[in-house]
Nanobody, 120 residues
Framework: QVQVVESGGGLVQPGGSLRLSCEASGSIFRIYAMGWYRQAAGKQRELVATITSGGITNYADSVKGRFTISRDNTKNTVYLQMRSLKPKDTTVYYC??????????????WGQGTKVTVSS
């Protein structure tokens, strides 16, 4: 009933920039928050950044000062602007949306992920 789709991943040089996008669609009554997570091979998924519908943000220490999360509420879309990228940022990035559906259910919907590779 709810779809979450990420885009914008790819190959970038160390020190470069990349912007990820995530759009939620479907039976949405209210989006409370959206966020970005990442998961490297053989490791647990970790929080990167989140933003509430009111614009309150939080970041992992490893990306603070380099990444910026923003939201366009009219488009149900969240962005992750990544700057000063490092090889250690290489992994799959996932988008999550905390949603109240039109049927009154509270759901946490995940996208399929988008791959980011930071390499010379």
């Amino acid at each position: 009933q709810v779809q979450v789709v990420e885009s914008g991943g790819g190959l970038v040089q160390p020190g470069g920039s990349l912007r990820l996008s995530c759009e939620a669609s479907g039976s949405i009554f209210r989006i409370y928050a959206m966020g970005w997570y990442r998961q490297a091979a053989g490791k647990q998924r970790e929080l990167v950044a989140t933003i509430t519908s009111g614009g309150i943000t939080n970041y992992a220490d490893s990306v603070k000062g380099r990444f910026t999360i923003s939201r366009d509420n009219t488009k149900n879309t969240v962005y992750l602007q990544m700057r000063s990228l490092k090889p250690k940022d290489t992994t799959v990035y996932y988008c999550d949306a905390a949603i109240r559906t039109t049927a009154g259910l509270g759901v946490n919907s995940w996208g399929q992920g988008t791959k980011v590779t930071v390499s010379s």
